[in-house]
């Protein structure tokens, strides 16, 4: 009689270890959290938050079982409510998922974010669901070819040496981005097709300006523009393109800005601005992605 209790007792520690319950995810608060469930599971807890009985113990499923461990771990906290028609658990005020509706929350918040990652998707839906972690978005993104054709990854790269400074407007760095012929806008009779940004190294902070001609010229004149306004920076970086010299030279030795130039074919020399470049491009791309016109909404 001893062992047949003590095998019993066993086997039930061992099927609470196993189970995929609400607490097998723990915040940094030490409460408990839970995850991602499997829609048998999932219904089941539906049932027993709505008060429902389960089935008597010989005719149970496992999801029952597991759904009936995971209510009592719950202690109150998971309710039910009906969304567009459908029971939704919520647990602390936040939505709980079926595995089969991840992949269409995620895909939703990618196409929101504009092709961003995973760290951000996952600050984007913390707020209103539960259980999805970076590492869960991170390995959907992984299999999503929408994603590889906007963030495709090369293995090849070179150890980069970052470019530092020590406060904010110590440092700027100014190029063009080329928009093509698809991504120009024409406005008031005029087409823009180059961007201008400058960027402050330390804080990342982003001046974008509209040209519609990539002259010396009209580039100092819209950096006067910016530096009369929020101030000048000590030193600006481009790259050897002659739309960074003759006017934009006169016009840094008038206000006492140093102008340096970064290596010939080398754009690892103008990292920060050109990272800037590839978020802004897969904004507008995404953008253009979804809709029948040129133009960005």
Known sequence: MGYTAFAIAVALALFLHSSVALDDRVNSQGNSKPSVLQDDIYEALVNLAEGKALFPVKERTTAMRTAAVGFW??????????DKGKKELYFEGSRMLRSSQVNEIVAREFDRAKGSGAEKLACGLRDNFVGLSRHKIQNILNTDKSRYRR?????????????????VYMRHQIDLMDMGSKGSVKMNGKLYRYVLTVIDVSSR???????????????????????MEHGAP????SDQGGEFKEAVKK???????????SRTRHPQSQS??????????????????????????
């Open 73 to 82: 771990r719950a202690k109150g906290r998971a309710s039910p409510k009906e």
């Open 234 to 237: 000590r030193i600006v970086q």
């Open 151 to 167: 963030n495709a990854k090369f293995m090849n790269k070179t150890t980069l040496k970052p470019v530092r400074t020590s406060d």
């Open 205 to 227: 902070f982003v001046w974008l300006r509209p040209l519609t001609n990539k002259s010396s010229k009209d580039v100092a004149k819209e950096l006067e523009s910016i530096y």
């Open 251 to 261: 016009l840094c030795e008038r206000i006492d800005i140093k102008l340096i130039y």
């Open 272 to 297: 920060k601005v050109q990272r800037c470049h590839r978020s802004l491009r897969s904004n507008i791309e995404c953008d253009l992605n979804k809709m029948d016109q040129d133009g960005v909404n």
